[in-house]
């Protein structure tokens, strides 16, 4: 006896190579059975989704959720209930002097799964606003590494790896020493880096050859100045070299780091991204980040299949953080975090954060989100 059964959709599970009409049957808060007609006698309730697709709960593996703590924060239960996203990755909003109120306030009393990369920097991204900003590493005093190993090794369950924005805004021209740092910290917690990169210094070039396998570079598909193009359109030799050695090739929409031509550019080359992530914060909620859905919309419209788009919000990041055969993916054992969506055909407009518009023929919506086996309303 099942307790739920999602019944008649198209699944689509990249961990398992599917891609067909099968019924997924609940007990207990897991996938029980992933098979063609489960009758609805064997089940206590069901849920017909005729039409739509049926994926693992989304992924995403840079946000920022540390809401009302941090100005750049939005709330992750509400954000995930309407967009389909059960499992929020916090991308370096805090640092070793606010992480604690990060996991007892919001970690610990949230709904969605939060997991997070801690910020080299000791009190994370304190002042990202409208209209006020400071980097975290302008004074290099402020990073601190003994302090987010301190941190990293109290919370292994929820500290995922070490972040550091490379960038002149969060780093002035610190940016390289502080990727060293962030280095440092990650080797003695065993865990990955996740770099992000913006305006000069430093610049891609200097920070491709610091990335090791299984770190990870986040705004991947940003525009100029300081991208992944050479003058004349080709990918530079470092990102293809990067890749080779298992780096961790992720988009990272937020509002300044990603650009329809540079994606459409590397897609036609095929080079698609690893992970397909929103940096959704404060800033980008109302647009022209939105949620992920609308990134992956996005990515769909650019070229990528439905497939590739779903593997880069599922399976991969799921592997990323550790997570892989029991989130992002519907194989009998997992945890029952289930997405239906419906793919609707017609014209849609859609914004990148360099002041180009698209227009697209197909979106993804979410229509039903199950989470922990339980249909969450
Ligand atoms: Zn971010």
Not at 108 to 114: A, D, Q, Y
């Amino acid at each position: 006896m099942f307790d739920l059964v999602i019944k008649g959709g198209e699944v689509i599970d990249p961990s398992q190579n599917i891609h067909e009409k099968m019924d997924v049957g609940i007990a207990q808060g897991k996938i029980a059975s992933l098979r063609k007609n489960i009758r609805s006698e064997e089940a206590r309730e069901v849920r017909e989704v005729a039409g739509k697709i049926v994926v693992p709960s989304l992924v995403d593996l840079h946000t920022h959720v540390y809401w009302g703590d941090t100005s750049l924060g939005v709330d992750a239960d509400e954000l995930g209930m309407r967009s389909g996203v059960t499992t929020f990755v916090d991308a370096g909003s805090t640092g070793a002097g606010n992480f604690l109120g990060f996991q007892k306030h919001v970690i610990e009393l949230s709904t969605v799964r939060i997991l997070a990369f801690l910020n080299i920097s000791y009190p994370g991204i304190f002042c990202f606003s409208q209209n006020f900003r400071f980097g975290e590493l302008i004074n290099l005093e402020l990073a601190s590494v003994e302090e987010a190993v301190k941190i990293g090794q109290t919370y292994p369950q929820s500290i995922v790896g070490i972040k550091i924005r490379a960038s002149m805004d969060a780093s002035g021209t610190h940016g390289v020493t502080s990727i060293h740092l962030a280095r440092q910290a990650a080797e003695e917690l065993g865990k990955p880096v996740m770099v992000h990169i913006g305006s000069p210094p430093p610049t891609v070039e200097e920070i491709l050859p610091l990335l090791r396998k299984g770190d990870i570079l986040t705004h991947s598909f940003r525009g100029m100045p300081n991208y992944v193009l050479q003058s004349n359109g080709q990918i530079i030799p470092e990102l293809r070299e990067a890749r080779r050695r298992g780096v961790i090739i992720d988009i990272g929409h937020g509002v300044g780091s990603f650009s329809f031509k540079v994606a459409k550019r590397m897609i036609e080359q095929g080079f698609l991204p690893d992970t397909i992530s929103s940096d959704i914060h404060a800033l980008g909620i109302n647009g022209p980040t939105f949620d992920l859905p609308t990134t992956l919309s996005k990515m769909l419209n650019l070229g990528m299949s439905l497939d590739e788009v779903i593997r880069a919000s599922t399976q991969n990041p799921a592997k990323v953080i550790g997570l892989e055969g029991k989130i992002g993916t519907l194989q009998e054992g997992s945890i029952a975090d289930i997405g239906v969506f419906e793919i609707k055909r017609g014209t849609f407009m859609f914004n990148d954060c360099f002041g180009e518009e698209m227009e697209g023929n197909i979106k993804i919506n979410p229509i039903l989100t199950i989470i922990g086996g339980q249909v969450w309303t």
